[in-house]
């Protein structure tokens, strides 16, 4: 245990830059993601930009190459 504790001390620099890289990493992975939902929710319908599958005419659901939705087993 005093093998562990010598290495963390000598090391805590080392520790708190990586501390700083994740939790840098973490809150803009957090920051895009609220801007992706604000550009999705907010601003796409507000400067009608949205797609409406109803206006593009006639269309299907093609579901995977070898098995279907209704596939029984």
């Known amino acids: 245990m ?5 290495f963390i001390e ?14 840098s990493y973490l809150a803009l992975k957090l920051l895009f993601g609220i801007l992706r939902a604000v550009r999705s ?4 319908p507000m400067l009608n930009l949205g797609v409406n599958p109803t ?7 093609v579901t995977g190459a ?3 939705i209704g596939m029984l087993y």
């Open 55 to 61: 206006k593009l005419g006639s269309w299907a659901v």
């Open 10 to 23: 000598n090391n805590q620099k080392i520790f708190a830059y990586a501390g700083v890289v994740c939790t």
């Open 2 to 6: 005093e093998c562990i504790t010598k």
């Open 41 to 44: 929710f907010v601003l796409a």
């Open 66 to 68: 070898t098995d279907g």
